[in-house]
C-alpha cells in the first residue's frame, strides 16, 4: 500500500527539504499508517506537507477539503512544478468547465493523480459522489478543520455533512488540520467528524524567524511607511488598517511614491478584489493595503512585512495577521503602530453593543495594550496569551529584546498587589486592582465599601507607572492569573501565594511611554544573500518564469532557494539538487537548466572562486546557517549570542565567519561587538600588525599579543581586517 521508503529521503525527493519541522515527520508516519489524525498548527507552520507528501506515497488518491478555491490553485500549481506529470493533482469546483472536469477524472482513473482538492459543496454534488465511490481513495484531510464547529470562528453549515458523505463514497482515514482552536472547538471537530478516537498533534505557536515590533503612530506614519516599504524595495508586505477610506487613501500615498500598491476590501467588487490578489500573487505588486477582508487562503510563502497601520481589536486577529509574513522560513517583519487615541476609538465604537459584548470587547482591547505599551520579549508576551510557556527572557528578534529596557526591582510592589487582589475576593480586573492599590475612590470602589479595607491605598506611596508592568510580568511569572472567559477577572496562583509568605527578588521592566512628539526607532535593513547582484539576477529570471508560465514566482524557486544558490553557487542540475527547496522534480523543469546557466555565466565574468572548487560542498543546511549569522550581524547581535542560538561554540563561530569574508569574499561589519569587548588601542595595534604583515598568517600574531590578548580576540580583528581591506 505505502512507499515505505525513508521518509526524509522521500521529502528531499519531492519538495527539496532535508529536514521536517515540528511534528511534521510524526503526523505523516501517523497518516502513512492508516490512523485519524488531529492537526492543530499556526499559520506557516507546514499544515500542508502533512497531507501532501503522504498522498505521493500511498495508492489511490487523497481528498482534500478546503473551502478556498485560490488556495486550491495555488497548491495544485505547486504540486506540478514538484513532479513530473502535470496532472498529478488537481481541483474540482465551481470553475471549471465539462471539458476540464472530464480531464480530472480521466486522471484519477489512470492513477496519475494523488491529490485531489474540493471545496465541501463539490464534494456533496452527486455526480462527483457517484464517481468518487469508484475510485480508490487513501484518505481525507479537512483543511480549516475549525469551518466545521459553531464554536470556531467562519463556520460553514456545508462542513457539517462533510462525515455523511465520507460514509457514502467510501470511509478512509481522515486528517483534520488548523491553525486556530480552542479545546471546545477541537471536541466538536473531532465529535462532528467521528474521529473521537484521533490522534492529536499541536504544535507550538512560536514563529522564530518573525520580528515583531511596536513604533508610536505619529502625524507622519504615513512617510514612516513609505520610508520604511523603500528599505525593502521589491518585496511583498501587506498593510492593514481599519477603515475601507484609509486603505484606499494609503494605496494612493504609496502609488504616488512609485511603490506598487493596490488596495483590498470588501467593498470592492469580486472581480476587482479577484485581479488585485492575483497581481500579488504573481507579483506585479508588491504592496496590497487591506482591511481584515484579505488574507484567509493566500498561500503566499515569500511575503516579507506585515505592517498594522492601526492597533488591532484583538491579539487573536493580531497573531493571525502577522502570521502571513515569512511561511517559508525566511524573514518577516511585523511591525505595528500605536497610539492610545485609536484605543479610544475602538472603545468608543463598542456604545451601542451589548453590555456582555462591550466587556469582551474593551477585555481585548485591554490585551492590545498590554502587548503594545509592555516592554517585555513581545514573542513571551503573545505565547502566554495563547497558553503557551517560552522560557527564554531575550527571544533575540523583537524591539524589546533587541533594545532592552532597564530592570528594576518591584518584589514590595508584586506582594502589594497580591496581597490586593486576595483582599477584593480575586473577583475585579487589572483596571479595578490598580485604582484600589493607589487609594482611588472611584464609585465602583465605594459602592463595594472596598475604601474600607486595610490594603485599600497600600501603594500610593509608589510610582503609579510600576502597576501595569507589575501585574502583567507577574502574570507571565505565574503569580496571578486571568480569567479570559470571565472577563479578565485576576486571580492569585498558589506560586502567588507562597511569594507572600517568602518574597524574592522580582525585577520587572517598565512600560514604554507612548508620547506624540516620540520618534520612531528605524528598522535595521536586514539582507540574505552573500551575493546580492546575482541575487537580483535570479530573481528577475523567476519574474520571467513567472510571466511565462503564468505561474506565482514562488512556485518556480521560494525566496529561500534563489539566496542560497546566491550563496553557493550553483553551476549545474546535480549542484542545484543540494539546494534547500529543490528536489529531483525541480530539475526536470525547463527554467532549471536557464538558472545554472546563468550562474555560471555570472561566475565566469566576475572571476567567483566558488567555494565548491575550493572545497568538499558544504551542506545545504550550512549554508543557510552562513544565512542566519549575516542575518544577525546585520542586526548587530552579540556574536555570542548568535553561537548560543545556533547551537555551536565561538570557535565554531569564528570558523564561519573565515569562511564568509576569506572564501565568499563577503564583507561584514562586526564593529559593534569588538568595541563592546576589547579595548580600542588593542583592536588598533592587532590591525595594524596585519596591515604591515606580508601574509595574515595568524601564528606569528598569536606570538606578538599571545600573553595579553586571547587569541579569540585576534581572529576577530583579523576577520576585520580582511572584511575592511581584501573585500
Same mark, same amino acid.
Given at each position: 500500500?505505502?512507499?515505505?521508503?525513508?521518509?526524509?529521503?522521500?521529502?528531499?525527493?519531492?519538495?527539496?527539504?532535508?529536514?521536517?519541522?515540528?511534528?511534521?515527520?510524526?503526523?505523516?508516519?501517523?497518516?502513512?499508517?492508516?490512523?485519524?489524525?488531529?492537526?492543530?498548527?499556526?499559520?506557516?507552520?507546514?499544515?500542508?506537507?502533512?497531507?501532501?507528501?503522504?498522498?505521493?506515497?500511498?495508492?489511490?488518491?487523497?481528498?482534500?477539503?478546503?473551502?478556498?478555491?485560490?488556495?486550491?490553485?495555488?497548491?495544485?500549481?505547486?504540486?506540478?512544478?514538484?513532479?513530473?506529470?502535470?496532472?498529478?493533482?488537481?481541483?474540482?469546483?465551481?470553475?471549471?468547465?465539462?471539458?476540464?472536469?472530464?480531464?480530472?477524472?480521466?486522471?484519477?482513473?489512470?492513477?496519475?493523480?494523488?491529490?485531489?482538492?474540493?471545496?465541501?459543496?463539490?464534494?456533496?454534488?452527486?455526480?462527483?459522489?457517484?464517481?468518487?465511490?469508484?475510485?480508490?481513495?487513501?484518505?481525507?484531510?479537512?483543511?480549516?478543520?475549525?469551518?466545521?464547529?459553531?464554536?470556531?470562528?467562519?463556520?460553514?453549515?456545508?462542513?457539517?455533512?462533510?462525515?455523511?458523505?465520507?460514509?457514502?463514497?467510501?470511509?478512509?482515514?481522515?486528517?483534520?488540520?488548523?491553525?486556530?482552536?480552542?479545546?471546545?472547538?477541537?471536541?466538536?471537530?473531532?465529535?462532528?467528524?467521528?474521529?473521537?478516537?484521533?490522534?492529536?498533534?499541536?504544535?507550538?505557536?512560536?514563529?522564530?524567524?518573525?520580528?515583531?515590533?511596536?513604533?508610536?503612530?505619529?502625524?507622519?506614519?504615513?512617510?514612516?511607511?513609505?520610508?520604511?516599504?523603500?528599505?525593502?524595495?521589491?518585496?511583498?508586505?501587506?498593510?492593514?488598517?481599519?477603515?475601507?477610506?484609509?486603505?484606499?487613501?494609503?494605496?494612493?500615498?504609496?502609488?504616488?511614491?512609485?511603490?506598487?500598491?493596490?488596495?483590498?476590501?470588501?467593498?470592492?467588487?469580486?472581480?476587482?478584489?479577484?485581479?488585485?490578489?492575483?497581481?500579488?500573487?504573481?507579483?506585479?505588486?508588491?504592496?496590497?493595503?487591506?482591511?481584515?477582508?484579505?488574507?484567509?487562503?493566500?498561500?503566499?510563502?515569500?511575503?516579507?512585512?506585515?505592517?498594522?497601520?492601526?492597533?488591532?481589536?484583538?491579539?487573536?486577529?493580531?497573531?493571525?495577521?502577522?502570521?502571513?509574513?515569512?511561511?517559508?522560513?525566511?524573514?518577516?517583519?511585523?511591525?505595528?503602530?500605536?497610539?492610545?487615541?485609536?484605543?479610544?476609538?475602538?472603545?468608543?465604537?463598542?456604545?451601542?453593543?451589548?453590555?456582555?459584548?462591550?466587556?469582551?470587547?474593551?477585555?481585548?482591547?485591554?490585551?492590545?495594550?498590554?502587548?503594545?505599551?509592555?516592554?517585555?520579549?513581545?514573542?513571551?508576551?503573545?505565547?502566554?496569551?495563547?497558553?503557551?510557556?517560552?522560557?527564554?527572557?531575550?527571544?533575540?528578534?523583537?524591539?524589546?529584546?533587541?533594545?532592552?529596557?532597564?530592570?528594576?526591582?518591584?518584589?514590595?510592589?508584586?506582594?502589594?498587589?497580591?496581597?490586593?487582589?486576595?483582599?477584593?475576593?480575586?473577583?475585579?480586573?487589572?483596571?479595578?486592582?490598580?485604582?484600589?492599590?493607589?487609594?482611588?475612590?472611584?464609585?465602583?470602589?465605594?459602592?463595594?465599601?472596598?475604601?474600607?479595607?486595610?490594603?485599600?491605598?497600600?501603594?500610593?506611596?509608589?510610582?503609579?507607572?510600576?502597576?501595569?508592568?507589575?501585574?502583567?510580568?507577574?502574570?507571565?511569572?505565574?503569580?496571578?492569573?486571568?480569567?479570559?472567559?470571565?472577563?479578565?477577572?485576576?486571580?492569585?496562583?498558589?506560586?502567588?501565594?507562597?511569594?507572600?509568605?517568602?518574597?524574592?527578588?522580582?525585577?520587572?521592566?517598565?512600560?514604554?511611554?507612548?508620547?506624540?512628539?516620540?520618534?520612531?526607532?528605524?528598522?535595521?535593513?536586514?539582507?540574505?544573500?552573500?551575493?546580492?547582484?546575482?541575487?537580483?539576477?535570479?530573481?528577475?529570471?523567476?519574474?520571467?518564469?513567472?510571466?511565462?508560465?503564468?505561474?506565482?514566482?514562488?512556485?518556480?524557486?521560494?525566496?529561500?532557494?534563489?539566496?542560497?544558490?546566491?550563496?553557493?553557487?550553483?553551476?549545474?542540475?546535480?549542484?542545484?539538487?543540494?539546494?534547500?527547496?529543490?528536489?529531483?522534480?525541480?530539475?526536470?523543469?525547463?527554467?532549471?537548466?536557464?538558472?545554472?546557466?546563468?550562474?555560471?555565466?555570472?561566475?565566469?565574468?566576475?572571476?567567483?572562486?566558488?567555494?565548491?572548487?575550493?572545497?568538499?560542498?558544504?551542506?545545504?543546511?550550512?549554508?543557510?546557517?552562513?544565512?542566519?549569522?549575516?542575518?544577525?550581524? $546585520?542586526?548587530?547581535?552579540?556574536? &555570542? /549570542? %548568535?553561537?548560543?542560538?545556533? *547551537?555551536?561554540?565561538? =570557535?565554531?563561530?569564528? +570558523?564561519? #565567519?573565515?569562511?564568509?569574508?576569506?572564501?565568499?569574499?563577503?564583507?561584514?561589519?562586526?564593529?559593534?561587538?569588538? $568595541?563592546?569587548?576589547?579595548?580600542? &588601542? /588593542? %583592536?588598533?595595534?592587532?590591525? *595594524?600588525?596585519?596591515? =604591515?604583515?606580508?601574509? +595574515?598568517? #595568524?601564528?606569528?600574531?598569536?606570538?606578538?599579543?599571545?600573553?595579553?590578548?586571547?587569541?579569540?580576540?585576534?581572529?576577530?580583528?583579523?576577520?576585520?581586517?580582511?572584511?575592511?581591506?581584501?573585500?
Amino acid at each position: 500500500m505505502t512507499d515505505k521508503r525513508n521518509l526524509t529521503e522521500a521529502l528531499k525527493h519531492y519538495f527539496g527539504f532535508d529536514a521536517f519541522k515540528g511534528d511534521q515527520k510524526a503526523i505523516i508516519r501517523n497518516v502513512l499508517d492508516g490512523r485519524n489524525t488531529f492537526v492543530l498548527m499556526p499559520t506557516g507552520g507546514g499544515k500542508s506537507l502533512c497531507y501532501q507528501l503522504p498522498s505521493l506515497l500511498m495508492d489511490g488518491v487523497a481528498i482534500v477539503i478546503s473551502p478556498l478555491i485560490a488556495l486550491m490553485k495555488n497548491q495544485v500549481d505547486f504540486i506540478s512544478h514538484l513532479s513530473e506529470h502535470e496532472g498529478t493533482a488537481h481541483f474540482l469546483n465551481s470553475s471549471l468547465n465539462k471539458t476540464a472536469i472530464d480531464q480530472v477524472k480521466a486522471d484519477i482513473k489512470n492513477g496519475i493523480t494523488k491529490l485531489l482538492y474540493v471545496a465541501p459543496e463539490s464534494l456533496t454534488k452527486e455526480d462527483n459522489v457517484e464517481f468518487l465511490k469508484t475510485c480508490k481513495i487513501s484518505f481525507y484531510a479537512i483543511d480549516e478543520a475549525h469551518c466545521i464547529s459553531e464554536w470556531g470562528h467562519d463556520f460553514r453549515p456545508e462542513y457539517r455533512r462533510i462525515r455523511p458523505i465520507i460514509n457514502e463514497i467510501g470511509s478512509a482515514p481522515v486528517i483534520a488540520l488548523t491553525a486556530t482552536a480552542t479545546d471546545k472547538v477541537r471536541t466538536d471537530i473531532k465529535k462532528n467528524l467521528g474521529i473521537v478516537d484521533a490522534d492529536e498533534f499541536k504544535s507550538s505557536f512560536n514563529r522564530p524567524n518573525l520580528y515583531y515590533e511596536v513604533r508610536q503612530k505619529t502625524k507622519d506614519i504615513d512617510k514612516d511607511i513609505v520610508r520604511f516599504i523603500k528599505q525593502h524595495s521589491g518585496k511583498s508586505g501587506i498593510i492593514y488598517c481599519l477603515s475601507r477610506k484609509k486603505v484606499e487613501d494609503l494605496a494612493e500615498v504609496l502609488r504616488a511614491n512609485d511603490i506598487k500598491a493596490q488596495c483590498y476590501h470588501a467593498g470592492l467588487d469580486s472581480a476587482t478584489r479577484t485581479q488585485t490578489q492575483d497581481d500579488f500573487l504573481m507579483e506585479r505588486i508588491d504592496v496590497i493595503v487591506a482591511t481584515i477582508a484579505f488574507g484567509m487562503g493566500i498561500d503566499k510563502p515569500d511575503v516579507r512585512f506585515v505592517i498594522h497601520y492601526d492597533i488591532p481589536k484583538s491579539l487573536e486577529g493580531y497573531y493571525q495577521e502577522t502570521g502571513r509574513a515569512g511561511r517559508d522560513g525566511g524573514e518577516g517583519i511585523c511591525l505595528a503602530f500605536y497610539s492610545y487615541k485609536d484605543l479610544q476609538k475602538l472603545d468608543k465604537f463598542m456604545e451601542g453593543k451589548p453590555v456582555a459584548e462591550q466587556d469582551i470587547g474593551r477585555q481585548l482591547l485591554q490585551e492590545t495594550a498590554a502587548y503594545a505599551e509592555t516592554s517585555v520579549c513581545r514573542r513571551k508576551m503573545l505565547l502566554h496569551y495563547f497558553g503557551e510557556q517560552y522560557e527564554k527572557d531575550n527571544c533575540g528578534n523583537c524591539d524589546n529584546c533587541l533594545h532592552p529596557g532597564k530592570k528594576i526591582e518591584a518584589q514590595k510592589q508584586l506582594v502589594i498587589a497580591l496581597k490586593a487582589i486576595l483582599a477584593i475576593k480575586e473577583n475585579f480586573r487589572s483596571d479595578y486592582v490598580i485604582d484600589f492599590i493607589m487609594g482611588r475612590d472611584t464609585d465602583e470602589i465605594v459602592a463595594h465599601r472596598h475604601q474600607e479595607l486595610e490594603e485599600f491605598g497600600s501603594g500610593e506611596d509608589e510610582d503609579p507607572k510600576i502597576w501595569n508592568p507589575v501585574i502583567r510580568q507577574a502574570l507571565i511569572a505565574g503569580y496571578m492569573m486571568k480569567e479570559v472567559e470571565n472577563y479578565g477577572l485576576l486571580k492569585v496562583t498558589a506560586a502567588g501565594k507562597k511569594f507572600i509568605k517568602k518574597p524574592h527578588p522580582f525585577m520587572v521592566v517598565q512600560d514604554h511611554e507612548f508620547s506624540d512628539d516620540e520618534e520612531p526607532v528605524p528598522s535595521e535593513n536586514m539582507t540574505t544573500a552573500l551575493d546580492p547582484a546575482l541575487s537580483a539576477m535570479l530573481h528577475d529570471l523567476r519574474k520571467k518564469w513567472s510571466r511565462k508560465l503564468e505561474r506565482p514566482p514562488y512556485v518556480i524557486f521560494q525566496d529561500v532557494s534563489i539566496e542560497q544558490m546566491a550563496t553557493d553557487y550553483p553551476v549545474s542540475l546535480e549542484e542545484l539538487k543540494n539546494i534547500q527547496g529543490v528536489g529531483d522534480g525541480k530539475t526536470r523543469q525547463p527554467y532549471a537548466k536557464e538558472f545554472v546557466e546563468l550562474i555560471k555565466r555570472y561566475c565566469e565574468e566576475n572571476d567567483i572562486v566558488r567555494q565548491a572548487d575550493l572545497r568538499v560542498r558544504t551542506k545545504a543546511k550550512d549554508s543557510m546557517r552562513k544565512l542566519k549569522i549575516l542575518q544577525n550581524i $546585520d542586526r548587530r547581535i552579540a556574536l &555570542d /549570542d %548568535i553561537a548560543n542560538a545556533l *547551537g555551536i561554540d565561538f =570557535e565554531e563561530l569564528l +570558523d564561519e #565567519l573565515e569562511g564568509i569574508v576569506l572564501y565568499s569574499g563577503n564583507k561584514i561589519n562586526i564593529d559593534y561587538f569588538l $568595541d563592546e569587548i576589547m579595548d580600542p &588601542d /588593542d %583592536i588598533k595595534d592587532i590591525y *595594524g600588525f596585519f596591515s =604591515e604583515q606580508e601574509t +595574515d598568517n #595568524l601564528e606569528a600574531a598569536f606570538e606578538e599579543f599571545g600573553n595579553d590578548i586571547s587569541e579569540d580576540e585576534i581572529r576577530l580583528v583579523r576577520i576585520k581586517f580582511i572584511s575592511d581591506m581584501a573585500n
